[in-house]
C-alpha cells in the first residue's frame, strides 16, 4: 500500500490526547450524530441530512449545532445560522480528515500517517439548545493565520508491518515499541526502493522546497543509507545520508533545488551500502513541503468537497451506574440468533448470572459501543483498555471474557494472486476482527495490566477469550461450559503428556520436564493417572489419533515441544476432522500446549486450538498456549507453577476457577524469576482460550 495525497495545513492540529473518562467530552442525556471521513477534505452536511434529528427544518436554530473530534469541539461553517433557522437551502461544512496514527507511549511514532488500523476516524455532531458551537472565520477560505500557508504532498509507504525491536531470547513485548508500524518493505544490500514525488502544486519555479524523510531501522546495528535523486544506474546529485541506530525512528530533512526537479517530478533513489551487512531500513514517508500565498494555495489546492450521506445517532451509557464483577466483551455478530439461542451473548450472560453459572453479576458490551465512547468511533484495541482504565477502579470486576474472534491488522491473504492487509481489505477474510487483541504479537493480557495501584507488572483480572466467528460458535461453547460446570463432581482422573522434540536430545530433555510435572501432580492429586506418548524418530510431524484416550475422558492434555497454530510435533488433528474417532461430548479436557504459536487465533487461518474449543459436542473446554514464540526454559518454570496451582485447591469442595488459578501463577512466577522486558513479554503471551470462570477439576482427584 503507497499512498500519495495532498494535505492542506489548515492550523487545524490535534495534540495527543488521552481517553480518561473523569471528564467525558459528551453528555448522556443526548444523541450525537456519528460521521465517519477516511480522506482530507472539506465535507458538507445539507439541511436534508438534519432531519435525522427528528426536529421539523424550521425548528432547528443551526447556531446550536456543535461538532466533535477526538474528544474536543472543532469549528465550522455553517451557512444561513444568522437567521436563527435551518432552510432547505443552508448547509454545515466541516475540515474532515483521514485517520492518522497516535501513540500514547512517548515513543516517536514510526509512521504518523498510517493509522494501525484503519484510514477512517469519526466526528460527532450534537444539537445543544441554548449552548452555541465553534464557528470558522471565513467561509470563502476556511483559512485563519498568517498570509502564508504551507501546503505539502506526503507520500506514504504501507506495504509492511514491522512488529518492532526484541527483546532477549528473539520475543517481543506486545505493547508499542521502537521500529513498530507500516513502513515500506525491507532496504537492505541488494534490495532497494525508488520512487517519484509530484512537485507541481508547489510551483517549484518560485518557491523553495523542502524534503522530510520518514526512516525506521529494521535491525540492531547503525544505519547509514545511500540516497541520490536519480536511478538505479542514473546518479544526477548524491544527498546526505542520515545516521540511525537499531529500531530508531529518524526524520530527516533536506533543502532541495530547481534543478533537482525535472518537470515536475522528484526522482528519488534510496539503497542500503552493500558493504554493511545486515544493514536493514525502511522509509515510512516522504514530504515535499513548500510555503505559498494563500491565494496560490487556494487556487492550487482547494480540497474536494465531500457530501455527507450518514449520520449514525448515537447514545452514550453511563458505566458508573452499571456494576458489574463479571464482563462479556461481545459483537452485534454474535447476537445473532444460533441454533439453541435467540440471542448468545445475552444466554451466556444470563447462564453466569444464574446460580448454577455462579450468581455473577454480568455486565455485556459491545465493541462497536465501546469503539463510539472511548476511542471517538475509531477502531482499536485502546477503545477497551480506555473502558476498563475507567471502569475497574469503581467496580473491580474480577473476570473479563472476550467472546468473539480477533484478526490482526496486518494479516494477509492473497486475492487475485496479490496479498491483500486485513486493514484495508477485511471484506477478503473469512474470519472478522470481532473483538480486538491489545497489542501484537497477540496479547489479551494486557488490557488487564496497570489498573490496580502499585502493581503495574500483574493483571489486576482474570481474561479469557472464546474465539467466536460466529453467534453459533459462541452457542456451542457455553453448552459444553454448561455441560462441563453440571458434570464437575465426577469427571475423570486421568492425564495425557505428549513429548516432543526435534533430535533424542530435545527429546531427553522435554521428557524430564513432563516427569516433573507428572510428580507435581500426583504429589498434589494422589488419584490421578498420568499417562506419557513420546514422539517416535525425528520426522517433524508424526500423527497420531488419540481418540481412545480422549474419548475415555481426560481432565488435562499437556504437550511440550515444538508448535504451530496448526498442528504440534505429535499432531493429534482439528477434532471437527470426521475421519478422525473423536466422540468425547461431556469430557472435555483443558489443553496446555507448550510450544510456539498454538495461542495464536489472531490470524487468517482457522487454527487447530480454536477448533477444539468451539466444536460442539467434543473436543476441549479451555486452551492455554503462547501466541507467539516459545522459549522451554519460560514455558517449563511457568508450567511446574500452574501445574502446583492447578492440583493445590483451596479444598475439595470447592476447586479454584481456572482464571484465579492463572493469576496466582503470574504473579508467583514475577516473584520467583523477577520482572524483566523477556518475563513482561512471555506471561502477557500465555492466551487463554477459555472461560476464565470456569472450573473443570472434579473433586475425586484428591
Not at 468425547?584 to 507448550?594: D, Q, R, V
Amino acid at each position: 500500500m503507497r499512498n500519495s495525497l495532498i494535505l492542506l495545513l489548515f492550523g487545524f492540529s490535534l495534540s495527543n490526547f488521552s481517553f480518561a473518562q473523569d471528564s467525558p467530552w459528551f453528555r448522556y442525556d443526548l444523541t450525537y450524530y456519528k460521521i465517519q471521513t477516511a480522506t482530507t477534505g472539506i465535507y458538507r452536511i445539507p439541511a436534508s441530512k438534519l432531519t435525522v434529528l427528528g426536529i421539523p427544518l424550521k425548528r432547528i436554530d443551526p447556531r446550536y449545532l456543535r461538532l466533535y473530534h477526538r474528544g474536543k469541539e472543532v469549528a465550522v461553517w455553517v451557512v444561513g445560522e444568522q437567521d436563527g433557522r435551518l432552510d432547505s437551502e443552508d448547509y454545515l461544512d466541516f475540515l474532515g480528515k483521514r485517520n492518522e496514527e497516535w501513540w500514547d507511549s512517548g515513543l516517536a511514532i514510526p509512521n504518523p500517517y498510517v493509522n494501525t488500523y484503519s484510514d477512517t476516524t469519526a466526528f460527532f455532531l450534537a444539537y445543544t439548545p441554548g449552548e452555541h458551537g465553534m464557528r470558522m472565520d471565513s467561509s470563502e477560505t476556511h483559512l485563519s493565520g498568517s498570509d502564508q500557508l504551507d501546503v505539502a504532498q506526503v507520500q506514504v509507504f504501507a506495504e509492511d508491518y514491522a512488529l518492532g525491536k526484541r527483546a532477549s531470547w528473539g520475543l517481543r513485548s506486545s505493547s508499542p515499541k521502537e521500529g513498530q508500524g507500516w513502513m515500506s518493505s525491507v532496504i537492505a544490500p541488494g534490495l532497494d526502493l525508488e520512487f517519484l514525488l509530484d512537485s507541481s502544486f508547489a510551483k517549484v519555479d518560485s518557491q523553495s522546497i523542502s524534503l522530510e524523510l520518514g526512516w525506521v531501522g529494521r535491525s540492531p546495528q547503525e544505519h547509514v543509507p545511500k540516497i541520490w535523486l536519480g536511478t538505479s544506474s542514473q546518479v544526477i546529485r548524491a544527498l546526505q545520508s542520515p545516521q540511525f541506530s537499531g529500531f530508531e525512528s529518524l526524520r530527516q530533512t533536506l533543502v532541495l533545488q530547481q534543478e533537482d526537479f525535472q518537470e515536475g517530478k522528484l526522482r528519488l533513489h534510496l539503497a542500503a551500502d552493500p558493504a554493511r551487512k545486515g544493514d536493514y531500513f525502511s522509509l515510512a514517508f516522504a514530504k515535499l513541503t513548500s510555503s505559498l500565498p494563500k491565494a496560490a494555495a487556494r487556487n492550487e489546492t482547494d480540497p474536494v468537497r465531500f457530501t455527507v450521506e450518514v449520520l449514525q445517532p448515537v447514545c452514550f451509557r453511563d458505566y458508573r451506574s452499571l456494576p458489574a464483577n463479571y464482563l462479556l466483551v461481545g459483537h452485534r455478530q454474535l447476537e445473532k440468533p444460533s441454533l439453541q439461542h435467540a440471542n448468545a451473548l445475552d444466554a451466556y450472560a444470563s447462564y453466569r448470572a444464574s446460580p448454577a453459572g455462579g450468581n455473577f453479576d454480568t455486565l455485556v458490551l459491545r465493541m462497536e459501543e465501546l469503539y463510539d465512547q472511548f476511542a471517538f468511533g475509531e477502531r482499536g484495541p485502546w477503545a477497551l483498555n480506555s473502558f476498563l482504565k475507567f471502569y475497574w477502579p469503581i467496580h473491580h470486576p474480577q473476570y473479563l471474557l472476550l467472546t468473539g474472534r480477533s484478526v490482526v491488522p496486518f494479516a494477509q491473504v492473497w486475492v487475485d494472486h496479490a496479498s491483500v492487509f486485513y486493514r484495508n481489505a477485511p471484506q477478503a477474510f473469512d474470519l472478522q476482527d470481532l473483538v480486538p487483541t491489545a497489542g501484537f504479537p497477540p496479547s489479551d493480557a494486557y488490557f488487564v495490566r496497570g489498573l490496580k495501584p502499585g502493581e503495574p507488572e500483574l493483571s489486576a483480572m482474570a481474561v479469557g477469550r472464546i474465539p467466536a466467528k460466529s453467534s453459533q460458535d459462541l452457542s456451542n461453547y457455553l453448552d459444553k461450559v454448561i455441560e462441563k460446570e453440571r458434570l464437575l463432581v465426577s469427571g475423570p482422573n486421568r492425564i495425557l503428556h505428549l513429548v516432543g522434540g526435534m533430535n533424542p536430545a530435545e527429546l531427553a530433555r522435554h521428557s524430564s520436564f513432563m516427569e516433573g510435572f507428572a510428580a507435581l501432580a500426583k504429589s498434589q492429586a494422589p488419584k490421578v493417572e498420568v499417562i506419557t506418548y513420546t514422539k517416535q524418530g525425528e520426522a517433524e510431524v508424526e500423527r497420531v489419533d488419540l481418540g481412545k484416550e480422549i474419548n475415555a475422558g481426560l481432565a488435562l492434555l499437556t504437550y511440550f515441544g515444538h508448535g504451530s497454530l496448526g498442528y504440534n510435533e505429535l499432531d493429534f488433528g482439528y477434532v471437527s476432522d470426521s475421519t478422525l474417532t473423536y466422540a468425547n461430548a461431556g469430557k472435555y479436557p483443558l489443553l496446555l500446549i507448550n510450544g510456539c504459536d498454538y495461542g495464536n487465533a489472531f490470524g487468517p487461518s482457522y487454527s487447530q486450538g480454536e477448533d477444539w474449543l468451539v466444536t460442539p459436542n467434543k473436543g476441549a473446554i479451555a486452551v492455554l498456549s503462547n501466541s507467539s514464540f516459545g522459549v522451554d526454559l519460560l514455558l517449563k518454570r511457568y508450567t511446574e507453577i500452574w501445574y502446583q496451582h492447578l492440583f493445590a485447591g483451596e479444598s475439595a469442595a470447592d476447586p479454584l476457577r481456572l482464571g484465579e488459578i492463572m493469576l496466582r501463577s503470574e504473579r508467583e512466577f514475577l516473584f520467583r524469576y523477577g520482572l524483566s522486558s523477556e518475563h513482561e513479554a512471555f506471561l502477557s503471551q500465555q492466551v487463554f482460550l477459555a472461560d476464565p470462570a470456569l472450573r473443570i477439576f472434579p473433586t475425586n482427584l484428591r
